[in-house]
């Protein structure tokens, strides 16, 4: 079965999503990290690719259900495309990727967690950073060896300084882990800044914004081009 998968910007030559990558997105909360999660993962059902979301936070399928409702482009059978897990604990987390996930990534194309960081942040310290590094360095051997498609979401850390300047939680391992970084922001009009940067945090290309509504992200096909 031929998963191979890109989703890339419309607005430069840049992938947004790829097999083989890791795809790091941070952001404040309520910032549309779950809504973009959920979006993919329907538009790749449209198009008949299974994707798996481990959810750390509030349940995906509740923000799923939602968007089925809202939006008459979506229907219950996309769902089928779609394997979902609740995890609470770090544990947990650790467990799912290196046995449970094993037995999935020959047959999906994408595999999202929402959030990555989310168990780690509940207790943070030196083992649990040890623990999240492990997760991270699974994730890494499933993109090289099995040439999967991976997209972690993150939470920021405090603000740095008054210009209200942010850093994903436990910045230096998941940018060092990730092939591709993506920060979203809050623009003066309530849509949704979508930002590549390089490892060390700079930007490098800003994409068009987005806003978020019951039916989900209106703007994806705008936004970005999925490539099968």
Request: hydrophobic content about 40%; cysteine-free; overall charge negative.
């Amino acid at each position: 079965m031929d998963n191979g998968l890109t989703i890339s910007s419309r607005m430069a030559e840049r992938a947004f999503i790829k097999s083989g990558k890791i795809t790091h997105i941070y952001g404040p909360p309520k910032i549309g990290k779950s809504t973009l999660s959920a979006t993919i993962a329907l538009e790749l059902a449209k198009q008949r690719k299974k994707s798996i979301i481990i959810s750390t936070e509030r349940p995906i399928e509740i923000r799923m259900e939602s968007m089925l409702v809202a939006n008459e482009e979506y229907s219950e059978e996309l769902l089928e495309y779609i394997l979902t897990a609740d995890i609470l604990t770090i544990d947990e987390l650790l467990l799912t990727i290196n046995t449970k996930l094993q037995d999935y990534v020959q047959d999906v194309s994408l595999v999202i967690i929402d959030s990555l960081t989310s168990t780690y942040r509940t207790n943070a310290g030196p083992i649990t950073l040890t623990l999240l590094r492990k997760a991270l360095s699974t994730l890494q051997s499933l993109v090289i060896n099995k040439k999967l498609a991976i997209m972690f979401t993150n939470q920021v850390s405090s603000k740095m300084d008054q210009t209200g300047d942010f850093r994903p939680v436990a910045a230096a391992s998941t940018r060092s882990y990730s092939d591709i970084t993506i920060r979203l922001s809050k623009k003066s009009d309530d849509s949704t800044e979508i930002t590549f940067e390089n490892m060390q945090g700079e930007e490098e290309v800003v994409l068009d914004s987005f806003t978020i509504t019951s039916a989900g992200i209106e703007e994806i096909h705008q936004i970005l081009e999925f490539q099968m």
